[in-house]
T-cell receptor, first 113, second 116 residues
Framework: GQNIDQPTEMTATEGAIVQINCTYQ??????LFWYQQHAGEAPTFLSY????GLEEKGRFSSFLSRSKGYSYLLLKELQMKDSASYLC??????????????FGAGTQVVVTP | GAVVSQHPSWVICKSGTSVKIECRSL??????MFWYRQFPKQSLMLMAT?????????EQGVEKDKFLINHASLTLSTLTVTSAHPEDSSFYIC????????????FGSGTRLTVV
């Protein structure tokens, strides 16, 4: 199985930076994903890391260290609309599945004025 | 980009009845579909993985006779909640993976099931 841990909630002010950490333990690692989810909606894709390092995409960046089983999602220049749950998800190859995606519990980010 | 159409968006059913949820990949062939369930303020919990033309693989603790999954074609997978009970009320979401796109997990829009 997989253990995926991330903080439950983080609060930050508009315009600030917030870093959401995620640690994981898995076999057959096949990539780490970050998704944003607003209440009652499906998750939307933010980023994907399969190699070590930093991937930057606009205001969002994601980092991966496979040896440490660690990733973070960095949100810069926070906007009120960034208030949402951020889900860390790990893809793993198994004998019976090509890339099973398991999610962490999610981090609720609250952006205040 | 890849699109997965999920229907219905919401459904209310009586306890003891069955409900079918459909997920269709509109512009790609989904050889693998994943079904998730999400309770309020919780994360997505993987229920099962279905591969086209073969039996679904269920996660530990998920009753395969209660949650019937059929993936008969490369563009359609269905989840049937049989003999639904109030505790089955949840948000069900499917996800399909496009083999051509290494990180193409495309999600459906979800189905809000309420059993009364």
């Amino acid at each position: 199985g997989q253990n995926i841990d991330q903080p439950t909630e983080m609060t930050a002010t508009e315009g600030a930076i917030v870093q959401i950490n995620c640690t994981y333990q898995t076999s057959g690692f096949n990539g780490l994903f970050w998704y944003q989810q607003h209440a009652g909606e499906a998750p939307t894709f933010l980023s994907y890391n399969v190699l070590d390092g930093l991937e930057e995409k606009g205001r969002f960046s994601s980092f991966l260290s496979r040896s440490k089983g660690y990733s973070y999602l960095l949100l810069k220049e926070l906007q009120m609309k960034d208030s949402a749950s951020y889900l860390c998800a790990v893809s793993a190859m198994t004998t019976d599945s090509w890339g099973k995606l398991q999610f962490g519990a999610g981090t609720q980010v609250v952006v205040t004025p | 980009g890849a699109v997965v159409s999920q229907h219905p968006s919401w459904v209310i059913c009586k306890s003891g009845t069955s409900v079918k949820i459909e997920c269709r990949s509109l512009d790609f062939q989904a050889t693998t579909m994943f079904w998730y369930r999400q309770f309020p303020k919780q994360s997505l919990m993987l229920m099962a993985t279905s591969n086209e033309g073969s039996k679904a693989t269920y996660e530990q603790g998920v009753e395969k006779d209660k949650f019937l999954i059929n993936h008969a074609s490369l563009t359609l997978s269905t989840l049937t909640v049989t003999s639904a009970h109030p505790e089955d009320s949840s948000f069900y979401i499917c996800s399909a993976r496009d083999r051509k796109n290494n990180y193409g997990y495309t999600f459906g829009s979800g189905t809000r099931l309420t059993v009364v």
